[in-house]
């Protein structure tokens, strides 16, 4: 599930930088706030990548993922953008978790077939 779910946050990552550079166009917005705003996400991102399999990880990820599809009020395509990498998400934790689980299985099942040394 780590994998899958940092691939995707590596994806928003990027997303979150250009979309910066897009609100950097708005004359209501200073570059200031664009950049902080940004950075902490695009930190956030990479902070999430580490964090994914801990408790609350996923939860924290949700979070992302509904903060991703808010910017959209700011730079409109981030609605769209958004929803893509909320469906990347669950994606990437559900299936991310039948992996996990099969991987598991497949390991039980390698142990348990291995001839005891008598």
């Known amino acids: 599930?780590?994998?899958?779910?940092?691939?995707?946050?590596?994806?928003?990552?990027f997303v979150i930088g250009f979309a910066g550079l897009v609100a950097m166009k708005d004359p209501g917005l200073s570059m200031a706030t664009v950049w902080t705003v940004s950075g902490i996400a695009m930190f956030l991102c990479l902070l999430l990548c580490g964090v994914v399999t801990r408790p609350g990880g996923i939860a924290f990820g949700w979070a992302l993922q509904i903060a991703l599809i808010a910017s959209g009020f700011v730079v409109p395509t981030m609605f769209f953008m958004g929803a893509i990498f909320a469906a990347l998400w669950w994606a990437s934790?559900?299936?991310?978790?039948?992996?996990?689980?099969?991987?598991?299985?497949?390991?039980?099942?390698?142990?348990?077939?291995?001839?005891?040394a008598a």
């Open 93 to 116: 934790v559900h299936y991310g978790r039948k992996i996990d689980k099969a991987r598991a299985r497949f390991a039980a099942q390698a142990g348990s077939s291995t001839p005891d």
């Open 1 to 13: 599930m780590r994998t899958l779910c940092a691939s995707t946050l590596i994806g928003e990552f």
